[in-house]
């Protein structure tokens, strides 16, 4: 549950009601999740993030919007975020990725944990050659 009031389509006015529509143009779909909905509760906090967002996950860039997807999965799920794993995985899905894509990228999360712990633990020296 969350720690602060979800805003309701009703209660949406001014630069929320703005940033709600914009979020709603943007993807093409009416649904505000409850992201949205909490930070909703300080206007600016969410006309800053949405605009971030937007910029970096639908901008123009050399990374295709399913990759960045994936991206995100993986650091949410570094992060420990449920919320945008959960999000972000049915992102992904709308966009093309299949139950062994999805595999595949757990896959990889699991060997980059692992080995990150490991190199971590060990606290093994950067080679210099990988340094730029």
Same mark, same amino acid.
């Given at each position: 549950?969350? &720690?602060? +009031?979800? &805003? ?6 001014? =630069? &929320? @009601?703005? &940033?709600? %529509?914009d ?5 093409? !779909? ?13 206007a600016?906090?969410?006309e800053?993030?949405? #605009?971030?967002? =937007? +910029?970096?996950?639908?901008?123009? $860039?050399? #990374?295709?919007p ?8 993986a650091?949410? +799920?570094?992060? $420990?975020? !449920?919320?945008?794993?959960? !999000?972000?995985?049915?992102? %992904?899905? %709308?966009? $093309? ?5 999805? @595999? ?7 060997? %980059? $944990? =692992? ?12 080679? =210099?050659?990988?340094?730029a």
């Open positions: 549950m969350a &720690v602060t +009031t979800l &805003v309701t389509d009703d209660l949406a006015d001014g =630069k &929320v @009601a703005e &940033v709600f %529509a979020i709603r143009e943007t993807r093409g !779909s009416d649904f505000i999740n409850n992201f949205w909905r909490a930070l909703a509760v300080d600016d906090l969410l800053r993030t949405w #605009l971030e967002i =937007k +910029t970096v996950m639908t901008g123009p $860039g050399e #990374l295709d399913l990759t960045r997807e994936l991206i995100y999965i650091v949410s +799920t570094a992060n $420990g975020c !449920s919320y945008c794993i959960h !999000s972000h995985t049915a992102a %992904a899905r %709308a966009k $093309g990725m299949t139950d062994a894509m999805h @595999a595949e990228l757990l896959s990889v999360i699991g060997l %980059a $944990g =692992k080995t990150n712990h490991l190199a971590e633990s060990l606290q093994v020296e950067v080679d =210099k050659a990988f340094i």
